[in-house]
Structures are given as C-alpha cells and as structure tokens.
C-alpha cells in the first residue's frame, strides 16, 4: 500500500532534528524545521544546508526552514520534538499558546530533568494541556546524526503508551536505510536512553586517561547493570535494556568519535575542567546534567550506581577523573550474577 504523503514540523534543527528531517523528507513528507536562529533558517532555505551542525550534508528540497513557530504547526498533525532537555518546558510552553488543534509529539531527546526527576514524557505531560495532545511518542537507539544525514544503515525505536500512535511515527520514519521497530516500554526506552550518556562520559574519561579496551568494556558492561538495575526499581521490562534502546545505544556512544558525551568525557580525561569542555563543545552534553539526576534517582530509590557516583563526584564536586576512576576499580569483592539474580527476584515478586 503507497505510503500516505504529510506535512511534518520538526521542532529543534540541531544535528538531530535536522537528520530526522532529512529521513522524512525522504520519505516524500513535506517537512518544516523550526529553528529559533534567524540566520540559521535564512541558511536552509537559500543553500540547502545547516553547516554548524551537519557541514557537509546537503537538505533535500523539501525541507523548508521556519522562523515562526505558529506557521510551523499551522494544520500539522504529527510534531517530531528535537530539542534538548533543559529546553523542554519551554518550547512546550511556547507551543500550546499557538495551537488550535491536537497534535501526536514523538519526542527525539535523551535526558532526565534533574530535581523533578521526570522523565522527557513526562514533563511533556505536564506541560502540554490534554485537550491539545493526541499522544507522546518516544524514538530512540543507536543512532548518531552524522551517520543518518549520510543515509547509512541505522536502527532505532519508538515506544508509547499508545501504540497505534507508535506505529503512525514507525511508518512515517521507515525505509531501506532508517530501520524502525516497536517497544511497548516507554520507562525502559526512555531510561535506557538517558543514563547511557553517563557511561559515555565515563567511557571518555578512561579513553582520555589512556585506560584501554579492557577497562572501556567493563565500564559498558557494568555501566549497562547500573542502567538496568535503576530502570527495573522504576518500573521498566528488563528486557529492553538488552535491545536497541539498552546495550544497542549504548554501544554506539560509548564507542564512537561521533558522541558528544564520549568527546566530553574524553577530554576530562585529558586533564581539562567541565566548564572547559562545555564551552569547547559549543553543543548541549545531555549527559552533565543527566549525571546529577541520575544520582538523586540513585538515592531515590536506593539502587547502588557506583560508576554515576563516581562520575557525580567529578563533574559536581571537583574529584579528579583518574583518582575516581582507580575508586572505582578498588571496590569491594562481589559476584558477577549478583545484579541479574536480583532483578529477577523481584520481577517474580511483582508476578
């Protein structure tokens, strides 16, 4: 069956909303990227192109770039949600003073908000009155911008608490190079995205220290029991941690050049303060400000995470990287299994 053509908003042209508007505008969909940089729509519209955060990609024509915000969701029905974190509240706030009709957000972000310690669905809740939300759906996975605006092979997932919904942003997205499953856990999907940018910037720092292979691999692997051990105590499907949102996303930015949280985390490693490496970034680190509330989730609900305690500790509390890397290696003994044997205990428990 053809695929039915729409008119799509994507709010937020960063790398991400701008690669995901490429993927749509693929897909035949009439795509309008909201940015809140004048110039920066005045450079989409007249060269095709958005070289501060993909240089060498060209837009497809029909992605057209937005300044307005009320010509943007004018008559839209599905809005593709592509800003960070902290910008949330206010975006959504923005958004609901100019709608005139209900609307299905698929938000693209990866984060918790500290102190409220909600997550990204959540907040979008709180913000957006009922009357004016069809549903919230998440997209997430390994997936990094620069290899999507490229066409290569990737796959991710979306989740909702609706999921017809859930397959209208599967079928809107899918084709030969942009692969898109479903996953009924929207707590899974959503934690398993966030917290992974802490074990990236863990990953950077002992790459940055010069520590290896081997202790980058145990850092994933016991960074993946931290993530696992939290979202369960939350209410997730254990399951989901060792699909494309868990250990898939994971992996991916743990592992790649293209991460910003690895970059970040890497040049800690090397010696230089936080607010160093954010301003040399010159992008959001998703990660620094999931670090602290993954820690008050930690305490929370009473799940050791040692690897976000530690990193914790170096971003906020000015600890050195190398001395709480060689804390975290000289832990106490304990048993491998330990974490999986629990987390099914209490799966049982709850069945």
Known sequence: ????HETIAVVGAGSWGTALAIVLADNNHEVRLWSHNDQQVKEINEFHTNKKYLPEI????LITGYASLPDTLDGVETVILAVPTKAIRE????MREVLKAPITIAHVSKGIEPDTLLRISEMIKEEMPEHLLKAIVVLSGPSHAEEVSLRHPTTVTVTSENMEAAEKIQDLFINHNFRVYTNSDVIGVEIGGALKNIIALAAGITDGLGYGDNAKAALITRGLAEIARLGTKMGANPLTFA???GI???????????SRNWRAGNMLGKGKSLDEVLESMGM???GVRTTKAAYQLAKKYEVKMPIAAALYDVLFNGKDAKEAADVL??????????DLVNILEERNEEG
């Open 329 to 338: 290696m000289s832990r106490g003994k304990t048993h491998e299994m330990e």
């Open 91 to 94: 975006v959504i706030g923005k």
């Open 248 to 258: 898939g996303d994971l992996i991916v930015t743990c592992t790649s050049v293209h």
């Open 1 to 4: 069956m053809q695929k039915k």
């Open 58 to 61: 060209t837009l497809p024509d």
């Open 284 to 286: 959001v680190v998703e």
């Open 243 to 245: 699909g494309l949102a």
